[in-house]
């Protein structure tokens, strides 16, 4: 007699709140064809998706054997882990005949989804002085021309490499062009009295390896720490965000050195 596999539980049909996150995970589209998973009719909103398990909840004796000793998500079948929302079509597909490697493409899919909403949940429970923000406002409110600064290049690229190349070019452009401006403003409202630099500074470094911890491609970093930033300070823009966290990556805060 076979041994029974506790994995396996009964199937168990989504909440609408669950139902809700499942779509949100995915960001309304089809992680499998990209295809939208809400459309409209008759100014209704129409469900075009449903949520389908990645280990099959009641697996054929076939899928057990392709399936055999693949890595499983979640402690058992109806973890929120093994499963995903999916197009009804893909959903269709997935779950007729499903081969070893389509298995693991959705698993690692899914993977990489848990690792992103993992780091934004860290982020989102870190602190940020307040007077960060003036530093925000006067970079968005900025008139006229700034000073250019002539970087120094090397330092960027001992920290983002050409396989990264459009990230280097944004950082190296942001410093060039707001690097003196925003050094000033933080030293203004450190001279003042309204902030603390150093305690700033600390909390970017917190952030950023908190977002080390869950990935190490820098691109997906510097927009979690992006948006991370511009959820703290109200009314940002992404652009002015993105080039605090560039000052960050200059002024050795965030990246570390590529290792020779």
């Not at 989804?113 to 530093?135: A, F, R």
């Not at 952030?207 to 691109?219: I, P, Y």
Request: charged letters at 30%; one cysteine or more; a negative charge.
């Amino acid at each position: 007699m076979a041994e029974k596999d506790e994995y396996l539980k009964e199937r168990k049909i989504p909440t609408p709140n669950e139902d809700s996150k499942y779509l949100l995970e995915v960001g309304g589209l089809c992680p499998l064809c990209g295809k939208k998973l809400l459309g409209e009719k008759n100014s209704e909103t129409v469900k075009l998706y449903q949520i389908a398990h990645i280990y099959p909840n009641s697996p054929l004796d076939i899928e057990k054997e392709i399936l055999k000793d693949v890595e499983r998500l979640g402690n058992d079948s109806e973890s929120f882990e093994n499963k995903i929302a999916l197009c009804k079509e893909c959903h269709g597909i997935y779950d007729y005949h499903k081969t070893r490697e389509e298995y693991l493409r959705i698993l690692n899919i899914k993977k990489d989804l848990l690792k992103s909403y993992e780091t934004k949940t860290m982020l989102s429970n870190q602190v940020i002085e307040d007077d960060i923000s003036d530093v925000i406002n006067a970079l968005v409110n900025i008139k006229g021309d700034v000073i250019e600064l002539e970087i120094n290049a090397l330092k960027i690229s001992k920290k983002i490499d050409n396989t990264n190349l459009l990230l280097k070019h944004k950082v190296e452009m942001y410093v060039s062009q707001y690097f003196l401006f925003i050094q000033a403003q933080f030293k203004a409202l450190n001279s003042q009295g309204k902030m603390n630099f150093d305690v700033v500074a600390s909390q970017i470094k917190t952030a950023f390896l908190q977002a080390e911890k869950k990935t190490n491609d820098k691109k997906d970093i510097f927009n979690h720490l992006t948006k991370w930033l511009q959820s703290k300070t109200h009314n940002s823009t992404i652009e002015a965000c993105e080039a605090i966290v560039s000052f960050f990556v200059q002024d050795c805060e965030v990246f570390r050195e590529i290792a020779e």
